[in-house]
């Protein structure tokens, strides 16, 4: 089966994913290995900045989606946690299905962590402001993130970092 990864939001986060992708799914030869479509759509409008124009978001997200779905995958990821916001409206769109990464996340935990744990969450501000990730956790869950001073001084840091390349800068700031 053809996989379908809507990147660019973050073009280190869609490479990360690649490379894990096929780090998880390791086969003895090429041919063993995951096939899928990258499609790093770069120029979808800045999340944080377009929260309030909605549209303008969605419209970019759904045609690099569109243009997976017409390359025959029969599903399609977003290594983006903010551009899960659109996640509903986009899947109208299509007629494959688009992985929710909140939603795996929630999962996962529910199975791994008892009910009413505290989970930390380390993200951008959008994905806070957006609650994709409060919609699902705050049933079961209780969210943790950093406060204002420590989010802009270490989280948007790291966030800058990791997005430049700079992993070790990265992990420094989050210490």
Same mark, same amino acid.
């Given at each position: 089966?053809?996989?379908?990864?809507? /990147?660019?939001?973050?073009?280190?986060? !869609?490479?990360?994913?690649? #490379?894990?992708?096929?780090?998880?799914?390791? !086969?003895?030869?090429?041919? *063993?290995?995951?096939?899928?479509?990258?499609?790093?759509?770069? @120029?979808i409008p800045n999340r944080?900045? #377009?929260?309030? =124009?909605?549209? @303008?978001?969605?419209? %970019?997200?759904?045609? /690099?989606?569109?243009?997976?779905?017409?390359?025959?995958?029969?599903?399609? &990821?977003?290594?983006? *946690?903010?551009?899960?916001?659109?996640?509903?409206?986009?899947?109208?769109?299509?007629?494959? $299905?688009?992985?929710?990464?909140?939603?795996?996340?929630?999962?996962?935990? +529910?199975?791994?962590? =008892?009910?009413?744990?505290?989970? /930390?969450?380390?993200? +951008?501000?959008?994905?806070?402001?957006?609650?994709?990730? %409060?919609?699902?956790?705050?049933? %079961?869950?209780?969210? &943790?993130? $950093? /406060? =204002?001073?420590?989010?802009?001084? %270490?989280? #948007?840091?790291?966030?800058?970092?990791?997005?430049?390349?700079?992993? +070790?800068?990265?992990? #420094? &700031?989050? =210490?």
């Amino acid at each position: 089966i053809m996989i379908g990864i809507l /990147g660019g939001m973050g073009t280190r986060a !869609g490479l990360d994913f690649c #490379n894990k992708l096929a780090v998880l799914n390791r !086969g003895k030869n090429d041919q *063993n290995y995951p096939m899928f479509i990258l499609y790093n759509k770069a @120029n979808i409008p800045n999340r944080l900045k #377009n929260i309030k =124009k909605y549209k @303008n978001v969605l419209k %970019s997200l759904i045609a /690099g989606c569109r243009l997976l779905q017409k390359n025959k995958c029969k599903f399609i &990821v977003m290594p983006c *946690n903010t551009a899960h916001y659109w996640q509903e409206d986009i899947q109208k769109k299509i007629k494959i $299905p688009l992985i929710s990464m909140p939603k795996e996340v929630y999962l996962h935990t +529910k199975k791994t962590c =008892k009910k009413n744990y505290k989970i /930390g969450i380390l993200c +951008k501000e959008a994905t806070i402001k957006t609650k994709v990730y %409060s919609n699902y956790f705050d049933k %079961s869950f209780q969210l &943790v993130s $950093p /406060g =204002k001073i420590l989010q802009k001084n %270490s989280v #948007n840091k790291a966030i800058k970092f990791l997005k430049m390349g700079r992993v +070790k800068d990265a992990e #420094n &700031v989050l =210490k």
